[in-house]
């Protein structure tokens, strides 16, 4: 009988004064407040680990905003980020812009809109659960079966950790993105037996830095 925890962390603030939806686009790091986040939930894996945690593993999406918020982790648990293409921000055609709401009221973008429930914007949702389980179901088996450490980290992003939620607890992926449960620095604990989904917890380590912050969807 084996039992694991993925805990998928939700990078920290991002410096985006133009309030850009950015999502796979380059060179969009932390603010200074989304740098002090990812050291409060460093601090928070620093304590489970006091605690008698045994992380085996620390990934991390390519994209800067996660890479960043990976090295606080990367230096509270000595352990070195792997860098994992499945674990990325969703894909979106939207990227790029700022003031989304009001640009979608352009009849020239309406066909974006036809299916929410896919969505037609971007990267199906299914599409994002398949590569990410695909992801948590490697690292944890890797893990695993070198009999050290039964948990992981992955550093990702709010939608992508958001339908991979969705999808292990048997909701529909299309909840709007208003309902995200996944703030800034969050993370999201996934546990398995024998490799199975039995329940989760959900954890806001940063939680005091939340007020005032800028929480725009990356997808």
């Not at 352990?79 to 009849?107: C, F, H, M, T, Y």
Request: aromatic share 6%; hydrophobic share 40%.
């Amino acid at each position: 009988m084996s039992a694991s925890i993925v805990h998928l962390v939700r990078h920290g603030e991002v410096h985006n004064p133009n309030g850009v939806l950015y999502g796979r686009l380059p060179n969009f790091g932390l603010s200074e407040r989304g740098h002090d986040m990812a050291r409060m939930t460093a601090d928070w894996f620093a304590q489970r680990r006091a605690d008698g945690a045994a992380v085996g593993r620390l990934v991390t999406s390519p994209l800067l905003r996660a890479r960043q918020t990976s090295e606080p982790i990367s230096e509270a648990l000595g352990l070195e980020p792997v860098v994992e293409p499945r674990v990325i921000e969703a894909a979106s055609k939207l990227q790029g812009l700022n003031k989304v709401a009001k640009r979608l009221r352009d009849p020239r973008r309406w066909p974006l809109l036809r299916n929410p429930l896919r969505p037609s914007w971007g990267e199906p949702y299914a599409d994002q659960v398949q590569r990410m389980a695909g992801a948590v179901a490697d690292h944890r088996d890797q893990v695993l079966a070198q009999g050290e450490a039964d948990e992981i980290v992955i550093v990702s992003h709010q939608l992508p950790i958001w339908v991979t939620r969705l999808a292990s607890e048997g909701r529909s992926l299309g909840l709007n993105a208003g309902r995200r449960v996944c703030t800034l620095a969050s993370v999201t604990s996934l546990h398995f037996q024998d490799g199975n989904f039995v329940g989760l917890d959900y954890s806001e380590p940063a939680a005091e830095l939340l007020v005032g912050a800028v929480n725009i969807p990356g997808a």
